[in-house]
């Protein structure tokens, strides 16, 4: 199994720091972008409901929803920390491939749902500070897609540096409302006390805890923990734990506070003054100055969304790469990968606009937090299965204690959930012209949906997860060699990636070359440091890549064939040509994936560049 975001994989360095407070602030980042998930637009309607029907009342709501998300994020840290794997791989090495397929679908399309509210976000905040119709403002979104890959390519860190600026404006944004706003104290406190006023306090309690725990947050979480690097010994895996939760906790407060402040703006202006109805981000934007008086007030909440929406697409985004990679491992080129989720996102959202009007936003995103509610489950129980295994956490497994409470938040949040899928296919059947559409489609599908999430609840207990799995891992490899016919090329070269391709590659070489030959296995570093420091890198990737070379060489050295190896850095339609043209080889053996038509470009392919630049024959070994 490939190392998770394999581009900024450990690219962060953790030790050699001269103090405690050094070492925590190395850790200090992941969170942070987790953190944007739990005030998205699709938390602002809930928490501008609470706040305009009851008041300071359900603040409660919003804290014991921070309490379980620390936990399933926590949970989550520790997945990716002690087993250098993200939910998503952890799921492939688990279930069969067909659940898996069935969960990288359903993984997807909540990636897209999220994506749709935060594209709406966004959307709305452009339209309410400059003006800019909510089509424009949804296509305006795809552009931040670039943006996202110009960051990823700078580093980790500049990602990191960049999301927490963002938040911070979402912060101070509030906490000027605050001020305008002046909240009654004595209120917010007392809403820390549980309390429901009535039955819709309920449903707007539910709305709120619903739309806190995000399924993509899980993944993304396991895989942002693992571009730290960090001793590997029990003492070292048990202080990024420790440091890793100190980033959780301060985080995660901050989005709390985020979402307080959202309630709390809405219960001291709209709840005071009698407007118990103002669910809507634009009617909540239009009411503020006449109420509180200023201008900045309304100016500073518009900010404060295109802010949020626009950090939580770009950690959306990369959720949606970590799926892709641990459920299939499948690579695609990263702009593509981008490009692929923001287009599921922004055509339904352009289609419904244009058909139904810009009145729709609001029930787009509803839409979208009912698509998250039902993928949610598919989350949190395989991970709580994850960190209760003993052989898999190697010692680090949750104790019994955080077992049972881990549970009972899987519980809470799956029930609530179902409550509000249910509640919503009752709706619609209440409304709908043809309510026989929705009872042969929707009602089945969410009965599968029930069937296959007490599959994914049970099976663990009962069958052991599958550790040697058929993939690309260059650390499963074995190579079979094929008795061997000919003999012509003196010199050759074959390009390896170690995937599977390398082992069909390999073999058509002998049959050219036999023992006679000499044979030069070369393989292109593609990562970010390799691009940016060519062969002075020295990330774990590179690392990694010259031991297996090392390996393969070994391999066919005591086959009796004469093996050389060669590194090369950066794209390997720049680097092959290069390494190849600067030595006498009679010819360039390379295997493929099969591909072919577009395929070819989502993969970026090396082979039409290859044939146009090289001196000598390619020859391509198709692996069908």
Request: hydrophobic share 50%; proline share 3%; charged share 15%.
């Amino acid at each position: 199994m490939g190392k998770s975001l394999e581009e900024v994989n450990e690219s962060v360095a953790t030790q050699g720091k001269t103090s405690t407070f050094r070492r925590i602030l190395a850790f200090l980042g992941p969170a942070y972008l987790i953190s944007v998930g739990y005030m998205d637009p699709g938390n602002w309607a809930t928490d501008l409901a609470g706040g305009s029907q009851f008041g300071y009342a359900l603040i409660w709501v919003l804290l014991m929803s921070n309490v379980m998300a620390l936990l399933l994020q926590s949970l989550s840290a520790r997945l990716g920390i002690v087993t250098q794997r993200d939910l998503a791989q952890a799921s492939r090495e688990t279930y069969s491939p067909f659940v898996n397929y069935i969960l990288y679908f359903l993984a997807e399309i909540a990636i897209a749902a999220c994506d749709l509210a935060e594209v709406l976000g966004m959307a709305i905040g452009l339209n309410l500070l400059f003006n800019i119709s909510l089509l424009d403002g949804v296509i305006i979104t795809v552009l931040d897609t670039f943006l996202l890959l110009f960051l990823i390519n700078k580093g980790i860190r500049k990602m990191e540096a960049f999301i927490i600026a963002l938040v911070a404006i979402v912060g101070f944004s509030f906490v000027f409302e605050m001020f305008f706003a002046q909240p009654e104290i004595g209120k917010v406190m007392t809403g820390l006390i549980p309390t429901l006023p009535n039955e819709n306090a309920l449903y707007i309690a539910i709305g709120i805890i619903g739309a806190t725990v995000m399924p993509h947050n899980l993944y993304l979480h396991s895989s942002l923990v693992q571009t730290r690097k960090f001793d590997r010994s029990k003492k070292g895996i048990k202080q990024a734990l420790k440091y890793n939760l100190i980033d959780s906790t301060i985080a995660l407060n901050l989005a709390f506070f985020v979402n307080a402040a959202i309630l709390i703006l809405a219960a001291a202006t709209f709840y005071k003054n009698g407007l118990f109805e103002v669910a809507e981000i634009q009617d909540a934007h239009q009411l503020l100055e006449p109420l509180l008086g200023t201008k900045w007030a309304p100016i500073l909440f518009a900010v404060a969304l295109i802010a949020a929406g626009q950090s939580s697409t770009i950690t959306g985004t990369l959720a949606g790469q970590i799926i892709m990679e641990g459920y299939l491992s499948l690579r695609i080129q990263p702009w593509v990968r981008r490009i692929i989720t923001r287009l599921l996102a922004i055509v339904p959202a352009v289609i419904t606009i244009l058909y139904f009007g810009e009145d729709i936003t609001g029930k787009l995103l509803i839409l979208s937090q009912v698509i998250l509610s039902l993928q949610l489950g598919f989350a949190i129980i395989p991970l709580i299965h994850f960190v209760s295994d003993k052989s898999k956490m190697k010692g680090f497994h949750i104790s019994k204690t955080t077992q049972v409470a881990a549970w009972l938040i899987a519980s809470i949040i799956v029930t609530l959930n179902g409550k509000l899928v249910y509640d919503e296919i009752k709706n619609w059947l209440q409304i709908t012209n043809h309510p026989t559409l929705i009872w042969t489609t929707v009602v089945p599908l969410a009965i599968g949906f029930l069937f296959l999430l007490l599959y994914i609840v049970f099976k663990p207990f009962f069958v052991k997860a599958k550790h040697n799995i058929d993939n690309h891992s260059p650390h499963n490899l074995k190579l079979k060699l094929r008795a061997l016919n000919t003999y012509s090329a003196k010199n050759i070269a074959i390009a390896v990636d170690f995937s599977k391709a390398d082992e069909l590659a390999i073999n058509s070489a002998f049959e050219l070359g036999g023992l006679q030959a000499k044979y030069t296995l070369i393989h292109v570093v593609e990562t970010v440091g390799a691009m940016m420091y060519g062969r002075n890198t020295d990330d774990h990737e590179t690392s990694i890549d010259e031991k297996l070379l090392l390996e393969y060489k070994t391999l066919l050295v005591d086959k009796g064939y004469q093996i050389e190896t060669q590194l090369g850095f950066g794209r390997p339609g720049k680097v092959l040509p290069k390494i190849v043209n600067e030595n006498s080889f009679d010819i360039l053996v390379m295997g493929t994936h099969g591909h072919s038509g577009i395929k070819d470009l989502l993969f970026g392919t090396t082979v039409d560049k290859l044939r146009h630049k090289i001196s000598v024959p390619l020859f391509i070994i198709k692996n069908k």
